[in-house]
């Protein structure tokens, strides 16, 4: 389906055809028309899907409808990081820069009073992390009064970094008649609740299966002990010449060690994470995205909102605690019809992790053996360490014992899989 059909006015179908779009996505043609007739949506869609078009194309044309607002709040968009923020402003800019309408970026990690500044101005629209927007509340800096439309990106990444208590706070503040959007890209228990709380007979739109990677992500794994994964790591980028690699780390302590090893390895490697300053991680995303930084590791803060073209390469160097973060990570590559690789470094210690991926793909991940990077059968699981601001993780997997993914046995010694279980061997 083509925008034009999408009842979108001129200035909107211009700006669209200024960056070169012509065929409307599945959450485009969905979303748009239910958000024009002013309705809530509760939006199913993974990173990627255009959801952010979807959104920003028909809540600008609302308030084109309804006229001039004397640079007063109109739209409040929460986003659950400051790249996200700045990325979903930065499209805001570029789909409304045939209309009037002035949008503003609040988020931590940089001074505040420049935000003040262009609030005192007046704009019409706010994209915020919900921290730095309770911080101008406070101050009474923001008057959010006049909101009429009400956007939560990523709600279920939100949710995760704990912001629930933020936005029940944010919400107590706004005019109770508005219009609410709510786009995740999986719907658990806490999503349904905050949903039911949020929007008011609200039009269900979801464009991918619960809990589906995309598609086009080739997904393997490699056993290898915990002390070789940066080795193997570089061996692999370097081998295969890979240009353009995301790695994920547990820990922010983890992240900056990992990118100063395969700096030493003769690889540019650079860390993003929430400890670095925001000017650090614009900077850092800008030099990967231009190709001058060839490794961006980063923890779980960039698993959402990173918007980076044509990324090849996804290295889950450590697994996730949190299955669904596995979606979300693998999510960065293979967007807007590019074909990906997801890689994943496993020890022992990560073999319930592992399983409890599995079990939410309800697959199990294709094994790769490297000559030279089997791992040592007489190595013993030890405790996983908690990622940074997270809870514990679960309980693991005796050592002994043998789990359907194909980890070592630590008990007889060897290696031992069942026959239907895909792998194979990478000269």
């Known amino acids: 389906m083509s925008f034009d059909q999408l009842g979108l006015s001129a200035e909107l179908l211009r700006a669209i ?32 899907t255009g959801k952010t078009a979807g959104f920003t194309l028909p809540l600008l044309q609302r308030l084109q409808a309804s006229g001039s607002s004397g640079r007063r709040v109109r739209v409040l968009v929460l986003t659950p990081t400051r790249e996200l923020a700045a990325q979903v402003g930065e499209s805001v800019r570029e789909y409304g820069r045939h209309l009037p309408f002035k949008v503003a970026e609040i988020f931590g990690g940089v001074s505040i009073n420049p935000q003040i500044a262009k609030l005192r101005k007046g704009v019409d629209i706010v994209v915020a992390t919900p921290g730095r927007l309770l911080d101008h509340l406070q101050q009474r800096t923001i008057d959010l009064s006049d909101v009429e439309i009400l956007v939560l990106d990523e709600a279920d990444r ?17 005019p109770k008649n508005r219009q609410n959007l709510l786009f995740s890209a999986t719907f658990s228990n806490e999503i349904r609740r905050l949903a039911a ?94 190709g001058t930084v060839r490794v961006l590791v980063a923890t779980d803060v960039a698993a959402r909102g990173l918007d980076i073209e044509r990324l090849p390469h996804v290295v889950n160097y450590e697994l996730p605690n949190v299955p669904e973060d596995y979606l979300h990570r693998i999510g ?28 939410l793909l309800k697959c199990e991940i294709e094994e790769e053996i490297i000559p030279g990077y089997e791992p040592d059968p007489h190595i013993k699981a030890e405790p996983i360490r908690k990622r940074d601001g997270q809870r514990p993780a679960g309980q693991h997997a005796n050592a002994g014992q043998k789990g ?24």
């Open 197 to 290: 709380d949020l929007l008011n007979a609200p039009t269900e739109i979801q464009v991918a299966a619960r809990n589906t990677p995309v598609e086009r992500v080739k997904q393997t794994k490699h056993w290898v002990d915990r002390s070789r994964k940066r080795e193997l790591l570089s061996h692999r980028i370097g081998a295969e010449n890979w240009q353009q690699v995301l790695v994920f780390t547990r820990t922010k302590h983890g992240a900056n060690r990992l990118a100063k090893q395969l700096t030493g390895d003769g690889l540019e490697a650079t860390a993003i994470h929430g400890n670095k300053s925001q000017a650090a991680r614009t900077r850092a995303l800008k030099d990967f995205k231009a």
């Open 332 to 359: 960065r590559t293979a967007r807007a019809g590019q074909a990906g690789h997801a890689v994943s470094l496993v020890c022992i210690d990560e073999r319930e992790l592992l399983r409890n991926i599995e079990r």
């Open 17 to 48: 055809t200024d960056k070169g779009y012509r065929q409307a996505t599945p959450i485009q043609q969905q979303a748009i028309p239910h958000i024009l007739a002013g309705k809530d949506i509760l939006a199913g869609a993974q990173t990627g």
């Open 158 to 174: 939100m949710l995760d970094m704990g912001f629930i208590r933020d936005i029940r706070k944010i919400l107590n503040v706004l």
């Open 404 to 427: 359907r993914t194909g980890a070592p046995n630590v008990r007889g010694g060897q290696r031992r899989r069942s026959s239907s279980r895909r792998r194979r061997v990478v000269g």
